[in-house]
């Protein structure tokens, strides 16, 4: 009896593998994730800082404000977005992609027709919302756009030449 209640002893002083690696993941991604839901900046960067001159993108410092929360961290080479939001399937598979597409990193090397085709893109898919994408949404709420916030970049998008 001693033997097997010695057996069952020490199993329970080593623990399950699974049970020990819980024990010392479990409080880093705890604070991780509550540092990430605790900041209180929702800004992806410094508004405006994403052109080739340091031009801002607009004068409206609204728009440059709701674009670098909602469009900036994939539309620009330089962004800071929480780590949750990289885990959208959009953002991992398709934000190479979406720089190709719109880098507004580039925006000031960008010829008056291809801001004007740009913003009319812009335009199109705030108006039909499949941008920001949902699931870019669901992991980095604060970039939805409000219906305030969707109005200014479409009242910017459509405006001429962009300020």
């Not at 009896?1 to 705890?30: H, W, Y």
């Not at 609204?62 to 929480?82: E, I, M, R, Y």
């Not at 960008?110 to 004007?116: C, N, P, T």
Request: hydrophobic content about 40%.
């Amino acid at each position: 009896m001693t033997n097997s209640s010695n057996r069952f002893s020490l199993s329970n002083n080593l623990g399950n593998p699974v049970s020990l690696i819980l024990a010392l993941v479990a409080p880093v991604v705890s604070a991780i994730a509550l540092a990430a839901c605790s900041s209180s900046n929702s800004s992806l960067g410094t508004p405006g800082a994403f052109s080739e001159a340091n031009q801002p993108i607009s004068q409206n410092i609204q728009v440059v404000q709701t674009l670098d929360n909602s469009c900036f961290g994939c539309h620009s080479s330089a962004t800071t977005l929480p780590w949750n939001a990289k885990l959208a399937p959009s953002y991992i598979f398709g934000a190479g992609d979406a720089r190709h597409t719109l880098n507004f990193s580039d925006w000031n090397s960008y010829d008056a027709a291809r801001k004007r085709a740009a913003m009319a893109e812009i335009a199109k898919v705030v108006e039909d919302g499949s941008m920001p994408p949902w699931d870019f949404r669901v992991l980095h709420p604060s970039g939805a756009l409000s219906s305030d916030q969707r109005q200014v970049v479409l009242d910017w998008a459509s405006s001429a030449g962009g300020k």
